[in-house]
């Protein structure tokens, strides 16, 4: 008898959920191909309005995620679960996960604020919290910078977000500084034309602003020249380092002595004087 009303129950129970289980599984499967083909048609969409890189995969991850939630309420709902229990349950383990990943969740929102506000992009050679390196990937919870020694570095979101960095590619020209030191004695006025005429030479700096060249310290051992010049971005390192090497071969050329620093030490005879 038992065994017949569990069969009947059961009977009754395929014939109530069978339909409304069957509808929810239809729904799902064509579901995810709807989220599916609409995320990719998003993706397309940013392609064509040109967004970041950086951002495009961001903004896609996240549409697909709502949708697939939305998709799953709908479904749960086809099968007859009380919603508001299960939404208050999904809010009770939503609070307890993100307390507990109260790091990650800021690590989140620095990644929105960093695609959002865009300080820097893929690409752009920065130095943030102790590194420098050049931006290869802005992911959901971290950044990753490329060293010129070919390390990589991570940097968490939150930090690069709250704190100052400096971007070094955001302008399109920089100004590169040197500073030469003359022995004393040697002619301020010569080592200065030296010093136009090898930036006169060198195409890569910029006529305007002109280039900046003044006596800037009277030192211990050496009279510093400054020299001030600018340079599209892409040739800073190379021009900083080509007219350091012709500085150098320059001045001994011309006779100008690039000093060394030097301490002189006077020794007195004290038993001498005493006699």
């Not at 995810?32 to 990719?40: C, E, N, Q, R, S």
């Not at 800021?106 to 893929?122: E, S, T």
């Amino acid at each position: 008898m038992n065994l017949e009303n569990a069969m009947d129950k059961l009977t009754l129970m395929a014939v109530e959920y069978g339909p409304k289980l069957l509808g929810a599984i239809l729904v799902l499967i064509i579901g995810i191909w709807v989220i599916k083909v609409l995320t990719g048609g998003f993706g397309k969409m940013l392609d064509k309005r040109k967004v970041n890189n950086s951002l495009t995969p961001f903004l896609k991850s996240l549409v697909s995620a709502i949708l697939k939630i939305l998709l799953i309420v709908s479904v749960l709902g086809m099968i007859g679960i009380q919603m508001t229990s299960f939404i208050a349950i999904l809010g009770a383990a939503g609070l307890a996960v993100g307390m507990a990943l109260s790091g990650t969740l800021q690590n989140f929102a620095g990644g929105v604020i960093i695609l959002i506000l865009k300080p820097f992009k893929v690409g752009d050679y920065i130095t943030a919290q102790g590194h420098s390196g050049t931006v290869n990937q802005i992911q959901i919870f971290h950044t990753i910078l490329k060293t010129p020694d070919n390390k990589t570095i991570v940097v968490p979101n939150a930090e690069l977000s709250n704190s100052s960095l400096i971007n070094f590619s955001n302008e399109p020209r920089r100004r590169v500084d040197w500073t030469v030191r003359i022995a004393y004695g040697d002619d301020t006025n010569k080592a200065k034309a030296v010093l136009k005429q090898l930036a006169d030479n060198e195409e890569r700096i910029l006529k305007d602003p002109a280039v900046f060249i003044v006596v800037s310290e009277l030192g211990d051992s050496s009279v510093n020249i400054s020299m001030r010049a600018w340079v599209n971005a892409a040739d800073f390192w190379s021009v900083f380092f080509e007219m350091n090497e012709n500085i150098y071969n320059t001045f001994n050329r011309e006779g100008l002595n690039i000093p060394f620093p030097q301490m002189d030490v006077h020794i007195h005879d004290n038993n001498n004087n005493n006699k």
